[in-house]
């Protein structure tokens, strides 16, 4: 009977409609492990071509562009973008801004087109730990990287500062850096995938009709662009915290 | 309910636990707030600084949001990845 409750449990018309985990939608088979081509794959697959094709229009129409004639909408809003990202990594890292405002700034667009995919029928890529952790990890290199560049061997005897016994905690502290970073991202996003699909999933059909699209404003469009600014403003205020004279 | 099996029984205080993870939620939520609240009155005083403070804020309450979504992720797998089998 207990085994009856909890698989008619499972079977409720709420956890079968509400669909907001990874699927997998091809198994491939290599040397007997299998491998997955999940929903991820796919998103990331088609917000890479968008971006690389935005970015390809983009470096057309700048290159073509005259500097006499009235800009068009299209250059218009690029040169915002491009200001607008210039102006946030100048803002935090002054004079080292140059050497980060280009990773800073397709890392910035890279999280914002994944969080707001939500809203065109994809499955968030941000909402995979397969995909925040990567990016944290990208963030932790470069930190220890220009951190070492910058102050050679006293990089690693910082962490005995100011008393050798804090050791262990000052490693957790610069371990915990990427997994924070990563967990936020990825919690906010999954947060927002979550509560969309038990809408989706629970709702009656006439409670679909104004409510998603106020929860996807928040979740997809404030959330999103929240997080993504987040991302970029903490991988700075921790890199510049190792450059910083 | 007698010959519940200690599956069924993992399931049911799993998702008691993902419950109890969530209280986690309480905290950051009462540090957005003081943050929100400090950010509003800081804008009253100097209006000319508005940009500065909310991103200020904003980055604060992203670093405050951090520990409930370690409950949130807690609960995500607990009830979804069932890692007690």
Sequence with gaps: MGS??????????????????????????????????????????????FIIILAVIANRVIAKADPDAT?????????????MLGNMVDGLMGTNAKRF??????????????NISGLFGLRPPTADYGVTLPLALFTFCIIHYCGIKKNKTKHF??????????????????????LSLSVRLFGNIMSGTVL??????MFPIFAKLGIPAVMHIYFDIFSGCIQAYVFCMLTMVYVNDKIAD | M????????????????????????VGPGIGQGIAAGHAAAAVGRNPGAKSDITSTMLLGQAVAETTGLYGF?????????????
Excluded: C, R, W
């Design chain 1, 4 to 49: 009856g409750i909890i698989s008619s449990f499972q079977n409720l018309p709420v956890a079968m409609e509400a669909d907001f985990m990874i699927q997998y939608l091809q198994e491939i088979k290599i040397n007997g492990v299998s491998v997955y081509i999940t929903t991820t794959h796919v998103a990331l697959l088609i917000v890479s071509l």
């Design chain 1, 71 to 83: 800009p068009g909408t299209f250059q218009n809003i690029v040169d915002l973008v491009v200001e």
């Design chain 1, 101 to 114: 405002v280009n990773y800073i700034s397709s890392i910035f667009i890279f999280i914002l087109i994944s």
């Design chain 1, 157 to 178: 005897t910082n962490l005995f500062q100011p008393v050798a016994l804090l050791f262990p905690i000052n490693v957790i502290s610069e371990v915990a850096t990427p």
């Design chain 1, 196 to 201: 969309m699909g038990l809408v989706y999933g």
């Design chain 2, 2 to 25: 007698e010959n519940i099996s200690g599956q069924d029984f993992i399931y049911g205080m799993s998702a008691v636990g993902a419950g109890l993870a969530l209280i986690a939620g």
């Design chain 2, 73 to 85: 992720v807690v609960a995500i797998i607990l009830m979804f990845v069932k890692p007690f089998k």
